[in-house]
């Protein structure tokens, strides 16, 4: 099965063709996690991302619960409900944007001396 995917690259969500569970997987690095989100989005992680110390990628807000969530690891999106995926589009990109805030990573590099 092939559906269209928002997938957070770095820090903007880039929509992709997803082939299967297998490639979300392999994507994702592991198994699979739904994360509840406050929006018509299905929202999957590695399941294991924080014992794996994946680097953050985003943090979640839930206003109306007051909760922040810092999610790690690569992030795949759907439009949709956990009982029906359907293809994400730049409406479910504007959801995400709502309530996710991209982490950036920085690296500083040093020379030996």
Known sequence: M???AAV?????WVL?????LEAMETLLGGQLEVVPVP??????ANAEGE????????VLFDRAAGTMEILRGQLVAFG?????LEDA???TVQQLEAVL????????VREAS
């Open 80 to 84: 949709g409900d956990s009982g029906q």
């Open 8 to 12: 957070l690259r770095n820090t903007r």
């Open 39 to 44: 929006a018509e989005v299905v929202l999957f």
């Open 89 to 91: 589009t730049e409406a």
């Open 101 to 108: 805030i991209p982490v950036v990573t920085t690296v500083t």
């Open 2 to 4: 092939e559906r269209t």
């Open 51 to 58: 014992d794996l110390a994946l680097p953050p990628s985003a």
């Open 16 to 20: 992709e063709s997803i082939h299967g």
